[in-house]
């Protein structure tokens, strides 16, 4: 019977509201009169009729505009219930006048009195029929997860309501506030979390929900530590711009995002150097389609460039990101002309009649091949794309009178292991070299170390891993690397493009190393899983350890030696690197074309090797396996 009702149309139950709250207010009137007469019986003359007449209907057009019948009686919020002792007082407020102004018998204190009745019956059937609703949900859906909130603010009051009627039963709120602690919050307690282990027991807790809103990085990474103990599943809500946005709806719970475990608090961008190479100037990125090109696009879009040009390879890519820049472009309302253009960067032909045809003056050269096992057995293709490619494209630029020409470059162009670094380093070398030889064009290298999230990031490796059951696969017990997430690593490269006077190297501030073992650990705890190791070997997910990959490093640099400056942003740095000139780095090119002709790969670390890379290589990775030798 109550499941017909619930699931009955709108319309049918509005009618049964409506009827319900006319019935009520009479009642409400009645029984006012009656405790204040001590009567049953009361007086009824025609002006106390026409009283109770007009304030019945000027409380139905009230409620009805407050938005009364609009809202869902089982999803009834807050709101809702505030709505209805407004519109109480005021259909009070209407007896007392109606009364005074008909000169009705009735006692002035029959209004007050009528008031808290009203409340009453309207109130309490609305609240009664809420619960009644979850606990027969509760009933159905034996199979719902209790969750425990960590943060009893906006976000977890949204959150709490978003998860009403899901698989998800909110059973506490947990709060660092001592003030709140105690308190009953949507009708749940909110408690310390030192107690999360005994709450976490004793209602069987799948889930820990952290709605923490806008606290920063650093507080969210504490928070996590203190939870890791634990080994319960930890989610955290979707932020509130993808919710208003409407790529994410409140209730989206999802995995804890690796960013906040580094608690690395982003700096506040300075908006001169964001707009110095950007605003009402056509730009162009190159491997707009991968991962830092395609957040370049994001963030460039956003500062009003005239014109933004995407060339990328791969042509799927650079269709999922011509999509998001079109949609991006309607919901911010912006002018910009984009334009898509498949080619590659080995291509000169190409790349000059692409920067004359949109008269390019700002160039973000992302493109890249940068995966280091690959690379390492695909020797001549990584020189060709880093460093021919590199090439092309500045000698474009500069027949091309483009203003400023920035390379994204990588942590492992320092002293590197592989042939993936030395090429990055031979292609700031012939950036540092051009700069040397010409002056109209600006040449900027920027060097930073692994993004979160990007294609080659263990990250999402870890995660697969994890959801099917393991083993995490870690390469050394003792690496480390640098982490930053993709906007940050973007936002900071545009700043640092804007500093360069020519041919300089910046480095971005990574923060402090993170060891890949206990990110690993992390993120198994994290998942409400344990480690399977000698101490425990009922657990879960058990990490193995693979070996160091052909030309991995255990530890990654971002400087070669120790000539460093600060520059006005506080984690931008500037390096003074050594470099050659021209005519040197002009016949490295050369000897690298030959050897590449030759499908030499030998002949091509050689030259790696002589150049002023600082490469090193261990001969039990030698690339006599290479495949293009194998050819």
């Not at 956003?302 to 990328?312: A, I, N, T």
């Amino acid at each position: 019977m109550l499941g017909r009702l619930f699931e009955a149309p709108r319309t049918v139950k509005r009618i049964i509201s409506l009827t319900y709250d006319v019935s009520a207010l009479f009642i409400s009137f009645y029984l006012a009169n009656c405790l204040r007469l001590g009567e049953l019986t009361i007086p009824l003359g025609e002006k106390e009729i026409a009283t109770v007449l007009i304030t019945v209907f000027v409380s139905l057009i009230v409620f009805t505009r407050i938005g009364l019948y609009r809202a869902i009686l089982r999803f009834m919020a807050q709101q809702a219930l505030i709505s209805v002792g407004v519109g109480v007082v005021v259909s009070a407020f209407v007896l007392a006048s109606s009364s005074y102004f008909l000169q009705a018998s009735t006692p002035r204190s029959v209004p007050i009195i009528y008031g808290f009745a009203a409340l009453f019956f309207i109130g309490t059937p609305r609240l009664l029929v809420r619960n009644v609703v979850l606990m027969l949900k509760a009933v159905r859906n034996p199979s719902q997860e209790s969750v425990i909130i960590y943060g009893a603010g906006h976000s977890g009051f949204q959150l709490a309501s978003a998860l009403t009627g899901t698989n998800y039963k909110v059973v506490a709120f947990v709060d660092d506030n001592k003030r709140l602690h105690g308190k009953l919050f949507r009708g749940l307690t909110v408690f310390n979390p030192r107690k999360l282990e005994r709450l976490s027991k004793q209602y069987g807790i799948s889930h820990i929900l952290l709605a923490l809103g806008n606290a920063p990085r650093s507080r969210r990474a504490a928070i996590l530590n203190n939870l890791e103990p634990l080994g319960i599943s930890i989610k955290t809500m979707p932020d509130m711009h993808d919710v208003l946005s409407g790529k994410a709806k409140i209730e989206d719970i999802k995995d804890v995002d690796v960013e906040d475990l580094l608690g690395r608090d982003p700096v506040k961008p300075i908006p001169d150097l964001l707009d110095a190479c950007i605003k009402g100037k056509n730009v162009l990125v190159t491997g707009a389609g991968g991962s830092i090109g395609s957040e370049l696009c994001r963030q460039i879009l956003r500062l009003s460039p005239k014109k933004l040009v995407l060339f990328e390879a791969n042509e799927y890519s650079l269709y999922k990101i011509e999509q998001e820049i079109s949609e991006l472009k309607k919901n911010i309302a912006m002018n910009t002309s984009t334009y898509s253009v498949i080619g590659s960067i080995q291509d000169r032909n190409l790349l000059e009649q692409v920067f004359n045809s949109f008269e390019i003056q700002t160039i973000y050269h992302a493109a890249a091949y940068k995966h280091v096992p690959l690379i390492e057995h695909n020797v001549v293709e990584g020189v060709k794309n880093n460093i021919f490619g590199t090439w092309h494209c500045a000698e474009a630029a500069i027949s091309s009178n483009v203003e400023s020409f920035v390379l994204i470059s990588t942590d492992k162009a320092v002293r590197p292991t592989n042939v993936m670094g030395a090429t990055k380093r031979v292609a700031e070398l012939i950036l540092q070299a051009l700069s040397k030889r010409q002056s109209d064009t600006r040449f900027t290298m920027v060097r930073f170390g692994n993004v979160l999230g990007s294609s080659g990031s263990v990250v999402p490796l870890f995660r697969k891993q994890i959801k099917f059951g393991g083993p995490v696969t870690v390469t050394h017990q003792d690496i480390t690397r640098y982490f930053m997430t993709i906007p940050e690593a973007a936002e900071l490269v545009i700043q640092a493009g804007s500093m360069g006077m020519g041919g300089d190297v910046f480095v971005l501030d990574m923060g402090e190393p993170v060891k890949i073992l206990d990110l690993a650990k992390k993120m198994i705890h994290l998942s409400g899983l344990t480690l399977r190791d000698e101490k425990n070997r009922d657990g879960d997910i058990s990490i193995s350890v693979t070996g160091l990959r052909p030309g991995e490093k255990l530890y990654e640099e971002l400087l070669i030696g120790d000539n460093v400056s600060g520059t006005e942003h506080p984690r931008i740095m500037r390096a003074e690197e050594s470099s050659l000139p021209w005519e040197e780095t002009s016949k490295m090119i050369y000897d690298f074309i030959s050897a590449c002709d030759e499908h030499n790969t030998q002949r091509i670390k050689s030259i790696l090797l002589n150049a002023p890379t600082d490469y090193h290589f261990n001969e039990s990775n030698n690339i006599e396996k290479s495949i293009l030798r194998a050819v």
